[in-house]
């Protein structure tokens, strides 16, 4: 809710029910915080090796470089995990959990920012504060920053 005041004359307020979203307000908080409220799960933002789901920078080899993700990288697995840091964004698709599962890309990957801006930017940036492991995508590519990992 907002407004002046507690339904003082003239300054009317606005008031919302989100008892309908209290399920998807809570496991998003759950979810993306680093440092989840006692009321969730242990293990909610804990998951077995996965794939990010970002777009990251990827150098092919005749040194050009693209944003790719890791559905460009399963057309073509046998080459394009070979590519430089690919395995650290695609860990599953690249077979390379038992290496990648705890640890963070070491690609940069582009991200929209809260203020709907788009950058590029890599873990180090996210472990400057901890409130970037909350923009979409992050949690999965950063995993050791962000603490998402499942052992």
Same mark, same amino acid.
């Given at each position: /809710? ?9 300054? &009317?307020?606005?008031?919302?029910? !989100?008892? /309908?979203?209290?399920?998807? !307000? +809570? ?5 993306? /915080? +680093? #440092?989840?409220? /006692? ?6 933002? +804990? ?6 789901? %970002? ?5 092919? =080899? $005749? ?5 790719? #993700? ?6 073509? &697995?046998?080459?394009? @995990?070979?590519?430089?840091?690919? &395995? ?13 599962? @705890?640890? $963070?890309?070491? %690609?940069?990957?582009? !991200? =929209?920012?809260? $203020?709907?801006? +788009?950058?590029?930017?890599?873990? $180090? ?5 901890? #409130? *970037? ?5 992050? &949690? =999965?590519? @950063? *995993? ?8």
């Amino acid at each position: /809710s907002f407004g002046n005041g507690c339904a003082l004359p003239n300054f &009317p307020g606005v008031y919302s029910r !989100i008892s /309908s979203q209290y399920d998807w !307000i +809570k496991e998003t908080i759950c979810t993306n /915080s +680093k #440092n989840p409220p /006692s009321y969730c799960p242990s293990n909610v933002n +804990k998951v077995s090796c996965s794939d990010g789901t %970002l777009r990251f920078k990827v150098t092919k =080899e $005749d040194g050009t470089q693209k944003l790719r #993700n890791c559905g460009w990288v399963a057309n073509n &697995p046998t080459n394009r @995990c070979t590519l430089d840091g690919v &395995p650290s964004a695609c860990p599953s698709t690249c077979n390379d959990c038992n290496v990648w599962e @705890c640890e $963070d890309s070491t %690609l940069r990957f582009k !991200i =929209e920012k809260d $203020d709907g801006s +788009k950058v590029t930017r890599n873990c $180090d940036w996210v472990a400057n504060n901890d #409130n *970037r492991c909350s923009l979409y995508g992050v &949690p =999965e590519v @950063c *995993r050791s920053t962000c603490g998402f990992c499942s052992r």
